[in-house]
């Protein structure tokens, strides 16, 4: 019986340091997933910053974009009027030709 017992106090033995390794995983891999969720929460943090900043980078490229188009109808009005005014200057130098041959 004694035999037995010190058997079962072995074995009872190898059984508290088992569970107590056990223990000390369970504790280590807790700790792991609870750093995982803080980097998650943080990449998660960081992606919403990145997509303020590339939302406000597609506004202002769209106001370029505007921009570009108004200053392209303004140029297209300059090279209009500058048209018209070759257009005047050349009928205008002709009329002052023919005054010119008139009172000669």
């Known amino acids: 019986i004694e035999r037995v017992g010190r058997d079962l106090s072995g074995a009872l033995g190898t059984i508290v ?3 107590e390794r056990t223990r000390q995983s369970a504790a280590s891999v ?9 980097a998650v929460e943080i990449a998660l943090q960081n992606l919403g910053l990145v997509a303020k900043t590339a939302e406000g980078h597609a506004a202002a490229a769209m106001q370029v974009s505007a921009s570009t188009e108004e200053q392209s109808a303004a140029c297209e ?6 048209t018209q005014l070759l257009s005047g200057s050349r009928q205008l130098k002709l009329l002052v030709g023919e005054l010119r041959t008139a009172a000669a």
């Not at 807790?30 to 803080?38: I, L, M, R």
């Open 17 to 19: 340091a088992a569970a």
């Open 77 to 82: 009005q300059m090279t209009s009027a500058s």
């Open 30 to 38: 807790t700790a792991s997933a609870q750093e995982n969720v803080k």
